[in-house]
């Protein structure tokens, strides 16, 4: 069973930087598509950013491109995200599933972490 965990959330002034990380076990993260999910309080879970394992394809959200950037070593996967803003502020996901695509879309993705909170605030 593939299991994912993240870390690296906290509290970052506006304009500062933080870098998640997403650790999968059980199963190599080759052929899976790997995506960061966010759900701000009182809104629903958008896609951030995804990447294809086999191929290290790229895509984001466009309230985030330019500032956060996806990549992969290994099974970890990781999202670091610059000049942040307070509405990045959110509990961040990492959600992994065998696609031939990595898309935004949290409907494809059925393996799920628990989530690591970011707050974006002075």
């Known amino acids: 069973q593939l299991q994912l965990v993240e870390s690296g959330g906290g509290l970052v002034q506006p304009g500062g930087s933080l870098t998640l990380s997403c650790v999968a076990s059980?199963?190599?993260?080759?052929?899976?598509?790997i995506a960061w999910f966010r759900q701000a309080p009182g809104s629903e879970r958008e896609g951030v950013s995804c990447?294809?394992?086999?191929?290290?394809d790229t895509d984001y959200a466009a309230s985030v491109k330019g500032r956060f950037t996806i990549s992969r070593d290994k099974n970890t996967v990781y999202l670091r995200m610059n000049s942040l803003k307070p509405e990045d502020t959110g509990i961040y996901y990492c959600a992994a599933e065998s696609l031939h695509i990595a898309t935004l879309d949290q409907n494809d993705y059925a393996n799920w972490g628990q989530g690591t909170e970011v707050t974006v605030s002075s």
């Open positions: 990447i294809r394992g086999a191929t290290g």
């Open positions: 059980g199963y190599t993260l080759d052929y899976y598509a």
